[in-house]
């Protein structure tokens, strides 16, 4: 039987929020290794739909050390051209990724983690969560959804527009994702939108800069946050979309029928399809063992640092681990303050670490 591999430091995922991680822990001179269960690097990125793009110009999509490089032709950037910059990211800081690798679980033991994966156990004396949520799709309850005949999609699982050619189809949402899949839908669809309040849209000239600034001065307590901005950025498809008149909202329905949806007052709509743009949980599956979910199954942090576990830190999961940690360029800075507490934590001296660092810039 094989010796079970021993690191000081496990990142779990190799995403965005995980190569962060590793930046910082390559710089920190740790032993560590970042498993990842997808079978290419790039993340979640690389599972969107093929039109999205990213909210602001590529330098500001950048993670700590190496900025994205500009798209040629493209103001910002796309997925293809996201998915390609985390890869070279990877290769480029020689980052320890072992794909695929799926964690099936984390136990305490001796003072350490076990980490059960798909490959056999793996042990550390530290932990970084970096899951992220796109496997953890939400849908929430509505009465009838069972029973309905059409077809029910997620963000997660949006193919693009050509499946929905000339259908009725039912957008459901007031975020981000819900207007640009509204776009795209309107297209080549006949399209109705509902979302639970009015959706509030930024002014035009509001991009992610200007939402990671907010957020950045909230931090120092200069703002109160960028929910006071709107929630929707106006992409370039979005604002093509509102010239178009397509982006007036009904409110929330009461419940699917078998052929469409039912408001109060006895309003009923024919559709063949529904997408959800209902957003995403944490994707703390692996976790369970561990027993750290508080009454709101959320797992009780310090910034990014499991109270419960302080080797344990939960990185780029929203606002929830720190401000705009769900974005590229955020999550750098939360990646800085894990990596910095969790060296801390193991050698009980951060002098002592040194700075040794991949290749830079």
Request: glycine share 12%; hydrophobic share 35%.
């Amino acid at each position: 039987m094989s010796e079970t591999p021993r690191h000081e430091v496990i990142v779990i995922g190799g995403g965005q929020a995980g190569l962060a991680a590793g930046y910082f822990l390559r710089r920190a001179g740790a032993d560590f290794v970042i498993l990842d269960e997808r079978q290419q690097g790039g993340g979640a990125w690389q599972h969107m739909w093929p039109s999205l793009r990213l909210f602001s110009p590529a330098p500001h999509n950048s993670l700590p050390g190496w900025p994205m490089p500009p798209q040629p032709g493209a103001e910002f950037p796309t997925v293809d051209h996201a998915v390609e910059y985390l890869r070279e990211y990877e290769r480029r800081y020689e980052l320890p990724v072992r794909r695929p690798v799926r964690v099936d679980g984390v136990r305490r033991t001796n003072g350490e983690f076990l980490v059960d994966t798909d490959a056999g156990p793996w042990s550390a004396k530290g932990l970084v969560s970096a899951t992220g949520t796109w496997r953890a799709p939400y849908v929430p309850a509505y009465p009838g959804m069972a029973g309905f005949t059409g077809t029910q999609w997620h963000t997660s699982s949006y193919p693009g527009p050509e499946p929905f050619r000339r259908q009725r189809v039912l957008v459901v949402g007031g975020g981000n994702s819900a207007a640009q899949i509204l776009a795209e839908l309107s297209t080549v669809a006949d399209t109705t939108w509902v979302t639970r309040r009015a959706p509030r849209f930024m002014p035009d000239e509001v991009d992610g800069r200007v939402l990671f600034d907010v957020a950045t001065r909230r931090l120092s307590g200069a703002a109160n946050g960028v929910s006071e901005l709107g929630d929707i950025v106006m992409v370039d498809s979005v604002r093509e979309a509102r010239e178009r008149g397509v982006l007036h909202a009904l409110p929330m329905f009461d419940g699917l029928t078998r052929r469409g949806a039912a408001w109060a007052g006895g309003t009923e709509r024919e559709f063949d399809s529904v997408v959800w743009c209902t957003g995403f949980r944490p994707a703390l599956r692996q976790l369970r063992p561990l027993g750290l979910r508080g009454r709101q199954g959320r797992i009780p942090t310090e910034g990014t640092r499991s109270v419960e576990e302080p080797r344990l830190h939960l990185l780029g999961y929203g606002e929830w681990t720190g401000a705009a940690s769900a974005t590229l360029i955020g999550v750098g800075r939360t990646a800085r303050t894990a990596v910095a507490e969790l060296t801390a934590e193991l050698d009980g001296s951060p002098e002592q670490r040194s700075t040794v660092t991949g290749r830079s810039g």
